[in-house]
């Protein structure tokens, strides 16, 4: 990665966390003692904004929160990360969206997650919210979206960017169909095995089904398919460079893997926009999102690139 700062623009959600540990999922109707609760920021915008940040990219936030004590909070976050939030929205009528995370830490040692999104001012943004990307998209290196915010905020974010000749990842998440101007105007397409699978309508349980979905999404347009696979890696696909398969990297104990996906997906962007080839990007990515799955909560366990370069030499040794 070059000594330039890259400048990346993130379009998206704002939450605050409400997350509950336990050793067990509850079944319907069962309640069980939980082990810890807490409040952390989060937002898979705000996740993917503060983990380019903190690898050292000059970041624009663009999203919306309410005109509340976490709206504030929030605004805060990201003023300590260094953040741009010049274009982060005050909803005088909806509150600050929000996500309840289960986190389930079983006796194996495993960790597994469940997440409900309440979108609340998140999906009250509009095309009008981001309208200075008329004059000012071409002044970055990299437009990051997801799906916690209203569709047609995304088209346009994609179709100005694309305009302007900036490279656009989609991040396919929670999963929901992606429409034909948004698949048009993506550079990249990053869905995890789950949302692959929806979008592709094939299984994709295994490196030879993300091989199939990966086809099908490229012969319907999409110009490179970065499919992650959680403990197995991630795969990236393109027309023009085949198939690059990253493995996933390993770091004891695992404690939360909340926002593992948000770290991968802007790191992998953040290495791109900084100068790194394909392979090197998925190489970074991995290890970012490798640290952040080793620490709690969602904001709180997105490293550094001091941290990320460390554990790269640590491994590498």
């Given at each position: 990665m070059s000594s330039d700062r890259p400048r990346i623009l993130v379009v998206g959600s704002l939450n605050m966390d409400m997350i509950a540990q336990t050793s067990v999922f509850p079944k319907d109707g069962q309640t069980v003692k939980g082990r810890s609760f807490r409040k952390a920021p989060g937002g898979k915008g705000l996740n993917q904004a503060v983990q380019a940040a903190r690898l050292g990219a000059d970041v624009v936030m663009a999203g919306k929160v309410g005109c509340d004590a976490?709206?504030?909070?929030?605004?805060?976050?990201?003023?300590?990360?260094?953040?741009?939030?010049?274009?982060?929205?005050?909803?005088?009528?909806?509150?600050?969206?929000?996500?309840?995370?289960?986190?389930?830490?079983?006796?194996?040692?495993?960790?597994?997650?469940?997440?409900?999104?309440?979108?609340?001012?998140?999906?009250?943004?509009?095309?009008?919210?981001?309208?200075?990307?008329?004059?000012?998209?071409?002044?970055?290196?990299?437009?990051?979206?997801?799906?916690?915010?209203p569709m047609e905020v995304n088209e346009r974010a994609a179709f100005l960017a694309c305009e302007a000749g900036v490279p656009v990842m989609v991040n396919p998440a929670p999963s929901a169909p992606v429409p034909r101007p948004l698949l048009d105007h993506c550079t990249y397409l990053s869905p995890n095995e789950?949302?692959?699978?929806?979008?592709?309508?094939?299984?994709?349980?295994?490196?030879?089904?993300?091989?199939?979905?990966?086809r099908i999404l490229l012969q319907s347009g999409v110009r490179n398919v970065l499919i992650t696979l959680g403990e197995t890696g991630a795969v990236l696909y393109s027309p023009e460079g085949g198939k690059i398969f990253c493995p996933a990297v390993r770091k004891l104990p695992a404690a939360d893997p909340t926002s593992a996906g948000d770290s991968f997906v802007s790191s992998f962007c953040t290495a791109l926009a900084d100068g790194a080839?394909?392979?090197?990007?998925?190489?970074f990515a991995a290890h970012a999102a490798a640290l952040t799955v080793s620490e709690a909560g969602a904001v709180p366990s997105l490293p550094d690139r001091e941290q990320v370069l460390c554990f790269i030499d640590e491994s590498r040794r």
């Open positions: 976490e709206g504030d909070e929030l605004i805060g976050v990201c003023r300590q990360e260094g953040i741009d939030v010049s274009h982060i929205l005050r909803d005088t009528g909806t509150a600050t969206g929000c996500a309840m995370i289960l986190v389930e830490e079983r006796p194996d040692g495993e960790v597994s997650n469940r997440i409900i999104v309440i979108p609340g001012a998140n999906g009250n943004m509009t095309p009008d919210d981001i309208a200075f990307l008329e004059s000012e998209a071409a002044s970055f290196d990299m437009v990051l979206l997801q799906f916690e915010i789950t949302e692959a699978s929806d979008l592709a309508g094939v299984p994709v349980e295994s490196p030879d089904g993300a091989d199939k979905a990966a080839d394909h392979e090197q990007a998925l190489f």
